[in-house]
T-cell receptor, first 115, second 110 residues
Framework: GAGVSQTPSNKVTEKGKYVELRCDPISGHTALYWYRQSLGQGPEFLIYFQGTGAADDSGLPNDRFFAVRPEGSVSTLKIQRTERGDSAMYLC?????????????FGPGTRLLVL | DAKTTQPNSMESNEEEPVHLPCNHSTISGTDYIHWYRQLPSQGPEYVIHGLTSNVNNRMASLAIAEDRKSSTLILHRATLRDAAVYYCILRIQGAQKLVFGQGTRLTINP
């Protein structure tokens, strides 16, 4: 079946602009996660959705970052007033229920470059 | 979150076994040991996980020390496609997020 998909695969923007990154989880997965990965580092957790609600947003670095999942499926990560330091790979993952030791299935990521 | 320590890099030859170590001396009784790997230009993928007993699946084996302060991921017969960064992650029961370290970059020589 289809895995997690993310669009766009690459995004180049200018400092100060607004960007939206989209994640389509595996169908039927209620849990959705966003991570950010800088070059040479492991992914860092940003936010976790259970259904439509953000159950844990403790990883969002500041109030320029916001994510939504209005219908409990597709999610959009929104970054306002982008800064050069926001340049990274943004990864989305989903899991069936979000509990226990469930496997998280990752998408291929969106590489964001802020000039 | 309990911390894991892995070598930055390892190298092995094709068709040979690979043993990837992970130290987690501050592990607690409810922490599960998970391994994910990230192939070049891809998102991480699940490899295996365990709590106390050794585990086997089609991808790998996980050997857990008796005191649980270390574990080893074993690839029985490495292929070029196993070249990736391997992450050892401790996950408490019910934890949602994965906490990645820097992982071990595995190079496989033909």
């Amino acid at each position: 079946g289809a895995g997690v998909s993310q669009t766009p695969s690459n995004k180049v923007t200018e400092k100060g602009k607004y960007v939206e990154l989209r994640c389509d989880p595996i169908s039927g997965h209620t849990a959705l996660y966003w991570y950010r990965q800088s070059l040479g580092q492991g992914p860092e957790f940003l936010i976790y959705f259970q259904g439509t609600g953000a159950a844990d947003d403790s990883g969002l670095p500041n109030d320029r970052f916001f994510a939504v999942r209005p219908e409990g499926s597709v999610s959009t990560l929104k970054i306002q007033r982008t800064e050069r330091g926001d340049s990274a790979m943004y990864l989305c993952a989903s899991s069936l229920l979000g509990g226990g030791q469930e496997t998280q299935y990752f998408g291929p990521g969106t590489r964001l470059l802020v000039l | 979150d309990a911390k894991t320590t892995q070598p930055n890099s390892m190298e092995s030859n094709e068709e040979e076994p690979v043993h990837l170590p992970c130290n987690h001396s501050t592990i607690s009784g409810t922490d599960y040991i998970h391994w994910y790997r990230q192939l070049p230009s891809q998102g991480p993928e699940y490899v295996i996980h365990g709590l106390t007993s050794n585990v086997n699946n089609r991808m790998a084996s996980l050997a857990i020390a008796e005191d649980r302060k270390s574990s080893t991921l074993i690839l029985h017969r490495a292929t070029l496609r196993d070249a990736a960064v391997y992450y050892c992650i401790l996950r408490i029961q019910g934890a949602q997020k994965l906490v990645f370290g820097q992982g071990t970059r595995l190079t496989i020589n033909p």
